[in-house]
């Protein structure tokens, strides 16, 4: 498969596209920093140079003609301040889906957060976020042309990855290595019967295959 990952550089995109690039899988990273390319060469993924900020929609749909998968995996990061909340987490993230929609790409993934609502209340930045993502949810959410699945992990970490973990609609809060995360995603990327799903991650008891596979068709 062609995957196209939007915030190639990220943690957890790092980690899939190393993940597809073992498979034999063609693992795209969308990247704004053309220096990052080459951590991208490293995991065996093809860097693409745009900034998803500023991109046309045509300019992003042009990257993913071809692919079998998108996944929107960008975010502004914890250091940002309230506007790249909302032109990254909120705006880059339609644009990557209108994107997809015109290259003709139905499978479609995203890396949300837990907690992420439209309605979210409270001013500090942290709340601005969970807003942000919550309205770019609902928006893929609403988008007939895509299979989405959403992907809510808890409290990421850098431990090492157990692959054992709890998928659910609703799992409660706890955390999750930024391994098992990725493998997750590349899961639900081989498992189109997850789409249509919003689904929370923490770490658990059950191998990630059987928990992608428990969940698909629910």
């Known amino acids: ?39 991208l060469r490293a995991a ?3 860097p693409v140079v745009l900034d998803l900020e500023s991109a046309s929609v ?15 995996a960008a975010g502004a ?5 309230s506007a790249r909340k909302d032109t990254v987490d909120r705006g880059a993230a339609v644009l990557f889906a209108d994107a997809a929609e015109r290259a ?41 042309g895509l299979d989405w699945t959403i992907l809510r992990p808890g409290m990421l970490t850098n431990d090492a990855g157990t692959g054992r973990v709890l998928l659910a609609a ?19 990327l081989d498992t189109p019967a997850t789409a249509g799903l919003t689904l929370e991650l923490i770490s658990g008891d059950k191998p990630v295959a059987v928990a992608v596979k ?5």
């Open 1 to 39: 498969m062609r995957i196209v990952i939007a915030g190639g550089h990220g943690q957890i995109a790092l980690r899939l596209e190393r993940l597809l690039a073992a498979r034999g899988d063609e693992a795209v990273g969308v990247i704004r920093n053309p220096q990052q390319g080459e951590d």
């Open 44 to 46: 065996g993924a093809e």
């Open 58 to 72: 045509e300019e992003a749909a042009e990257v993913l003609r071809g692919a079998d998968a998108a996944v929107f």
């Open 77 to 81: 990061g914890p250091n940002s301040g």
């Open 104 to 144: 003709g790409v139905r499978r479609y993934v995203v890396v949300s957060s837990m907690g992420a609502d439209p309605d979210h209340r409270g001013d500090e930045v942290f709340d601005i976020y969970l807003r942000a993502k919550g309205e770019a949810d609902a928006y893929v959410r609403s988008r007939n």
């Open 170 to 188: 609703s799992t409660g809060r706890g955390p999750v290595p930024r391994d098992d995360v990725a493998a997750v995603l590349r899961e639900l």
């Open 214 to 218: 428990d969940v698909a068709g629910n």
